[in-house]
């Protein structure tokens, strides 16, 4: 859903890159020369950024409308 902040196998640090590795992915680059250049070197590390489906947008309505349904429900019982 959203970006691991470390990786699952080492622990290093992965959320901080991913920002950067998402825009220039958008702007063409090819996306193992940019892991190279951001220092993510170990395939378990390459794996979280190269992997991750950021799916959060989708998944906010339902809690909107779960949010929503919930206070219907307490302005009915009231
Ligand atoms: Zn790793």
Do not use: H, W
Request: charge should be negative; proline fraction near 4%; include cysteine.
């Amino acid at each position: 859903m959203l970006v691991p902040v470390r990786c699952f196998t080492c622990g290093n640090l992965v959320a901080d890159k991913f920002e950067e590795y998402q825009n220039r992915v958008k702007s063409g680059e090819e996306p193992a020369k940019i892991l190279d250049s951001l220092g993510i070197e170990r395939y378990c590390c390459r794996r979280m950024l190269l992997t991750t489906v950021e799916t959060i947008q989708q998944v906010i309505p339902f809690y909107e409308a779960m949010y929503k349904r919930n206070t219907e429900i307490q302005s009915e019982l009231e």
